[in-house]
Nanobody, 122 residues
């Protein structure tokens, strides 16, 4: 099992930027892929971006070109740089880790952080 702790959420205006961080500890074999998911009130948890141990990435269409995911394997950390934020990006953002390669389904991830709130005002 992997323990994950997110930080960096907050309240911003549309067009602003935010940087989310995730620190991982525990069994690194379960961090083949790390990713960010989000859940807005009344909606299902959805895929935002994932990154493999080797640096390969996938992004949801809704964030492609605005968000950038990165990781530092030596430090067991992952970052989501969010630019040009929109009100529809408002959600609770979760860090997750999986022992499988670049899957985007939330149910493929066994390890989850508590999440951090991102609120974007118009």
């Amino acid at each position: 099992q992997v323990q994950l702790v997110e930080s960096g959420g907050g309240l911003v205006q549309a067009g602003d930027s935010l940087r989310l961080s995730c620190a991982a500890s525990g069994r690194t074999s379960d961090t083949i892929t790390m990713g960010w998911f989000r859940q807005a009130p009344g909606k299902e948890r959805e895929f935002v971006a994932v990154i493999s141990w080797t640096g390969s990435t996938k992004y949801a269409d809704s964030v492609e070109g605005r968000f950038t995911i990165s990781r530092d394997n030596a430090k067991n950390t992952m970052v989501l740089q969010m630019n040009s934020l929109k009100p529809e990006d408002t959600a609770h953002y979760y860090c997750a880790a999986s022992g499988y390669y670049l899957l985007t389904r939330p149910d493929a991830y066994k390890s989850w952080g508590q999440g951090t709130q991102v609120t974007v005002s118009s």
